[in-house]
């Protein structure tokens, strides 16, 4: 298979135990992983500075959940391209995903964020309105 174009190397030794070099797919879809997240964020950043005060909370709570998890993911990625990184951080990707899944548990439960459905005005109107 294509293996190699995922991970090139892997072997015993470095500093965390074994040192893995990634291949150029593995880069591309980091790329695009964190690109969808760069845009994901900078639309709830939007909603939360332009949407409606009611909901601003909620766009706050989410956009904070989603920290822990993009800042360790990349803490371990500054280690995988041979930044130093002392060892224990880099156990701590599992641990921000854990804090963003409860988080974001959170956010379903307390601020009723499953509830937030956009609906088209004329639609609304549609529904609502009273035959003559």
């Known amino acids: 298979m294509h293996r190699h174009l995922v991970v090139t190397s892997a072997e015993a030794g470095g500093p965390q135990g074994f040192l893995v070099r990634f291949g150029p797919l593995f880069w591309a879809h980091t790329a695009y992983g964190y690109a969808l997240?760069?845009?994901g964020t900078v639309r709830m950043a939007r909603a939360w500075l332009t949407g409606p005060r009611a909901q601003r909370r909620l766009y706050a709570f989410v956009l904070l959940s989603e920290m822990p998890g993009t800042v360790s993911g990349v803490i371990v990625l500054m280690g995988a391209i041979g930044m130093s990184v002392p060892a224990p951080l880099l156990a701590l990707a599992p641990l921000g995903f854990c804090l963003t899944s409860v988080l974001t548990?959170?956010?379903?439960?307390?601020?009723?964020?499953?509830?937030?459905?956009?609906?088209?005005?004329?639609?609304?109107?549609?529904?609502?309105?009273?035959?003559?």
């Open 37 to 39: 997240v760069a845009f």
């Open 105 to 132: 548990f959170w956010a379903l439960v307390r601020l009723s964020l499953h509830e937030l459905v956009p609906v088209n005005r004329s639609q609304l109107f549609d529904l609502t309105s009273s035959p003559s």
